[in-house]
């Protein structure tokens, strides 16, 4: 385990914490959301800042960006959409009554949770709202999207003539519901959780939902029956982050650390340590576990072993989001700053290492995100 020495670069322009980070599909643009009400657009050639979005009354909670559209949402209560090549907004999404926490861009939907206890729909072209969802009895934290034709096999698909949307919400009223975009009814009302759900990570394909919680489990759902299939118990602290690699899961936590879970039985097979706070944010990349902490570093785990690879110190603040893009990690922090570092040593050492060794509990396989 070594350390990095210091990032490649340091982003220093927003005036604020960066709150989120997005990275375009086609992995040519970054964009990060801050505190001090701004978004604003990175190069990922050349790690210049390209773009500064400026109209929001408030901080910035969270962002996403397409390839030539970007989204934020805020405190202000709003969503904006901006023309990524001329900072252009193009589109103001109001209706909210109070923070807008979380967005989501599926299909020609945008979703949006909010601390006003709803979530919402919205046309992406029109900026018209298409469906409120009202139901949980406080602020909606996360977000997640599948249709009908995502979960049914072939024999049901044709059954089902029309493909059906679905939202998901995770409230701190300690439920999930999922929810028909078309009527804005409650299709299923999940209960289990006895604290507030702060994360949620969908495999459709598998018919399955993960939900973590502050009441420091994890919970697997049947999103067909609603059904609770699993529990698992192991941290000693908040769930805060999921990712789902390969049906492997992994699950950051205020204990501190990172557990490795078969998602298919339920079963523990690994756990990262050494963070000196919360596991604030985490990422898969090339069999390589990048993760972010309240402790303000970023540390890199062989995602097999549980080895610690490095640790890249430089933040002064909490790290809210991470990104990997050819092969560098690029940082969000409370701090203000976005940080790059050069990680090709260390995915590149990884690949060779998990070819040679076959001891190990998993194979390795490519991340199916970006």
């Not at 690994?270 to 972010?292: D, N, W």
């Not at 490095?310 to 990104?323: A, M, S, W």
Request: aromatic share 10%; net charge neutral.
């Amino acid at each position: 385990m070594g350390s990095s020495g210091s990032a490649l670069k340091v982003c220093t322009d927003h005036r604020g914490g960066i709150n989120w980070l997005s990275l375009s599909p086609d992995g040519q643009h970054l964009l990060t959301g801050s505190e001090d009400g701004t978004a604003r657009l990175w190069s990922t050639a050349d790690s210049q800042c390209h773009g500064h979005f400026q109209g929001h009354e408030s901080y910035i909670t969270f962002c996403h960006l397409e390839n030539e559209v970007a989204f934020t949402c805020s405190a202000d209560h709003t969503i904006r959409k901006w023309d990524v090549m001329t900072g252009q907004c193009l589109a103001i999404y109001r209706g909210h009554t109070s923070i807008v926490n979380r967005i989501l861009v599926a299909k020609d939907y945008l979703f949006s949770g909010s601390y006003d206890r709803t979530a919402r729909c919205w046309s992406v072209d029109k900026e018209k709202q298409i469906q409120e969802f009202r139901g949980h009895r406080n602020c909606v934290l996360t977000l997640a999207h599948y249709s009908s034709r995502d979960v049914l096999d072939e024999s049901e698909e044709e059954q089902e003539k029309l493909s059906r949307d679905f939202l998901v919400t995770g409230s701190t009223d300690c439920t999930v519901k999922v929810w028909w975009v078309s009527s804005g009814r409650c299709y299923q009302t999940l209960l289990g959780h006895t604290g507030a759900v702060l994360c949620l990570i969908l495999d459709a394909p598998n018919r399955e939902l993960f939900s973590g919680s502050t009441d420091y489990t994890i919970r697997t759902w049947n999103i067909v029956t609603g059904e609770q299939l699993k529990v698992f118990k192991e941290h000693q602290g908040s769930v805060i982050c999921l990712e789902l690699v390969n049906r492997y899961l992994y699950s950051g936590s205020a204990d501190k650390t990172v557990k490795c879970w078969l998602a298919d039985t339920g079963e523990q097979v690994q756990t990262y340590k050494t963070h000196k706070h919360s596991v604030s944010t985490l990422k898969y990349h090339a069999g390589i576990l990048f993760t972010g902490s309240g402790d303000a570093c970023a540390r890199a785990f062989n995602s097999k072993t549980g080895v610690l690879q490095r640790i890249f110190r430089g933040h002064k603040f909490i790290i809210n989001c991470i990104q990997i893009h050819n092969e560098l990690l690029y940082t969000a922090s409370h701090d203000g700053t976005l940080r790059i570092w050069d990680v090709q040593g260390i995915c590149n050492l990884s690949r060779l290492f998990n070819n040679r060794v076959g001891l190990v509990f998993c194979p390795l396989l490519p991340h199916p995100g970006p």
